[in-house]
């Protein structure tokens, strides 16, 4: 009953993981092509950031001969925080503010689909 799965990483992108969630709502669970469709018409950056690593995902399923690529379900994508790196911004009278920039690891998860 394994699904023949791949998968793509991609880590330490400069985005929070609160705006790549957003995202992947509306294309989990559909084919490829029809995310990608749909990932391509948002003006959010991080829907470029996502259209990037599935088609990194595709190109992994395509080294593998036992895998129809053309049948390929985005089955899970996965943005887990990454490090946070801590800057300051100075301020009025004298005082300084933290600035956190965040970072996001996205993990996509394509598997055959079982028709």
Known sequence: MAAREVK?????????SLKVR????????????????????????AANIIEKIIRSAVANADQNP???????V??????????????????ARGRGTRI???TTHITVILAEDSV
């Open 66 to 72: 036992d895998i129809d690529v053309d049948s390929l």
């Open 22 to 45: 957003r995202l992947i709502e509306a294309v989990k669970g559909k084919p490829v092509q029809a995310g990608l469709d749909i990932l391509q018409f948002m003006p959010q950056k």
């Open 74 to 91: 985005i089955r899970n994508i996965i943005a887990n925080q990454g490090p946070t790196l801590k800057r300051f911004k100075a301020r």
């Open 8 to 16: 793509a990483v991609l880590k330490y992108v400069r985005i929070s």
């Open 100 to 102: 956190l920039k965040r």
